[in-house]
């Protein structure tokens, strides 16, 4: 007796039995949670790395109103975008934004003081020890570069948009995603810290060396902050409450 033909709905059941067998690729694995990590970092802030370093040599800044809004919107449309793969990363591994740090508490607003606090007085005392060394070797003191053109803004709906969309791209992704990836992949505090400062302080080269030690000082007293607590949102808080105070300075 001559065997039976299998139907489409037979070679369909047995095409999704060896498909099955067959391992998914996911987002979980340390391999490709690396690989993520990279891609999100590359998207984040490839173009402003670029931009950082063309400025820092002596690029020419935009001063037309339009030029300047249509820098903003770009750059918001980027960090929204950046945000929005963040969690798509996020969501394919199966964690949220508190795997990363995001729970927001009312005493999230006076930890944000302290931590603005403790990185401007970091900032004066990295700079003054500096200065003092500077001194002595070359006999003159460091001249902060002029980032008024760059860092200059009118007060709009646009540049407020991007104050406080701002501090969410940036911590979220440079502290509080890099650092937990490298934290939960079994790399030591110090590392998790220094990249984070480095790859922070890479975007902002346009600003100077002198400038550069300030910032640095206040990137790593937020950095040691998410280390010991792994909590982000005071960090954001502090990060917004400077940005909105240097706008709200430079305006007036």
Known sequence: MAATPPTPRDRSRASAKTSSAVPVETFEGPRRRLLALGLVLFVSFGHFIASSVYYSMGGTVPTNPRQQAARLLAALIAEAGSLALLWYVLSGQGRTWKNIGWNLEWMDLLRAGGLVLGSVVGGYVMWYL??????????????????????????????????CLNPFFEELIVRGYLMSEILDLGGKGVWAILISIAVQMSYHLYQGFANGIMLTAGFAVFSIYFWRTRRIAPVVLAHLFMDAYAMVRRSF
């Open 130 to 163: 500096v200065q003092v060394a500077y001194y002595s070797y070359f006999g003159h003191y460091l001249t902060p570069n002029s980032t008024g053109g760059l860092l200059w803004f009118d007060i709009s709906g646009l540049s407020v948009a991007f104050v």
